[in-house]
C-alpha cells in the first residue's frame, strides 16, 4: 500500500468513521488537540480518540490518549507508521486497556474493507 502523510491518514480515520455513522472530528479536543475523535452526536463526549504518530512524539500521544480515557471513558487507538514504534507503543501500553496501538497499513485495510461495502463487518469490530 502506498504511504499516506499524517495528515491524509488522519483524513481516512475521518472517512471510516463518517462511514460507520460517527461525528469525525480534528484536530479536536479542550487540553490535547487529538487527531481525531468520533463521537455519536455533537454534544456527547467522544467514544473513540485517535492520534497517528508519524515521526512525532510518541510519549505526547500516548500521554494524550491516556488523558482522553482518565477524562470523557474513551478509547483510543495509536496508529503508528514505523513497525519500531510500534513494539515500543505495545510495551508503553501493556498496563492501558483502554488504548490500542495500531498499524498504519491496518488501518488502510480497514478504510478498504469499508469502500467495499463491509460496513457491518467493520462496524462490529469497533461495536460502534
Given at each position: 500500500m502506498p504511504r499516506l502523510t499524517h495528515d491524509e491518514l488522519v483524513q481516512k480515520i475521518k472517512e471510516i468513521g463518517e462511514m460507520l455513522g460517527k461525528r469525525a472530528e480534528?484536530?479536536?479536543?479542550?487540553v490535547c488537540k487529538h487527531d481525531c475523535v468520533w463521537r455519536d452526536n455533537p454534544y456527547a463526549n467522544p467514544r473513540l480518540v485517535?492520534?497517528?504518530?508519524?515521526?512525532?512524539?510518541?510519549?505526547?500521544?500516548?500521554?494524550s490518549l491516556i488523558w482522553a480515557v482518565k477524562n470523557w471513558n474513551a478509547k483510543g487507538i495509536l496508529v503508528l507508521f514505523e513497525e519500531s514504534d510500534f513494539h515500543t507503543a505495545q510495551k508503553k501500553?501493556?498496563?492501558?486497556?483502554?488504548?490500542?496501538?495500531?498499524?498504519?497499513?491496518?488501518?488502510?485495510?480497514?478504510?478498504?474493507?469499508?469502500?467495499?461495502?463491509?460496513?457491518?463487518?467493520?462496524?462490529?469490530i469497533f461495536a460502534v
Open positions: 480534528g484536530p479536536w479536543g479542550p485517535w492520534e497517528v504518530c508519524d515521526k512525532g512524539n510518541l510519549d505526547k500521544d500516548i500521554a501500553l501493556a498496563q492501558e486497556s483502554q488504548i490500542y496501538p495500531l498499524k498504519a497499513d491496518d488501518m488502510l485495510k480497514l478504510h478498504s474493507l469499508l469502500q467495499a461495502g463491509n460496513i457491518q463487518a467493520v462496524r462490529s
